[in-house]
Nanobody
Framework: QVQLVESGGGLAQAGGSLRLSCVASGRTFSAYTMGWFRQAPGKEREFVAAITWSGGSLYYEDSVKGRFTISVDNAKNMVYLQMNSLKPEDTAVYYC???????????????????WGQGTQVTVSS
């Protein structure tokens, strides 16, 4: 059974930090691009960041550049999202996703994801 399971969400104050984790299991994900998306109430799910398992290719949405860092641990099949300098507008449910892309790009649309986690809530208070 293929699973992506997120953890690490919670409540943080503006300017604070949280680290999200996603463990991938049930198949070999080495060919997949891993990403984080988020969805705020009343809004569409949006791309946040993505990475290849080699760690050699990264992509960030403009609003999180310089504040968020995506990384992988191949030995543990883990994907992380370190979120610093959090803002109230970062409040959302954050989802881990895996996409099998047949191009050299890293950015992918939510419609291209093959697998999703259940999501973890991040709330940033002002």
């Amino acid at each position: 059974q293929v699973q992506l399971v997120e953890s690490g969400g919670g409540l943080a104050q503006a300017g604070g930090s949280l680290r999200l984790s996603c463990v991938a299991s049930g198949r070999t994900f080495s060919a997949y691009t891993m990403g984080w998306f988020r969805q705020a109430p009343g809004k569409e799910r949006e791309f946040v960041a993505a990475i290849t398992w080699s760690g050699g290719s990264l992509y960030y949405e403009d609003s999180v550049k310089g504040r968020f860092t995506i990384s992988v641990d191949n030995a543990k099949n883990m994907v992380y999202l370190q979120m610093n300098s959090l803002k109230p507008e970062d409040t959302a449910v954050y989802y881990c996703a895996a996409a099998l892309l047949h191009t050299g790009r890293v950015l992918f649309l939510h419609s291209e994801a093959n697998y999703w986690g259940q999501g973890t809530q991040v709330t940033v208070s002002s």
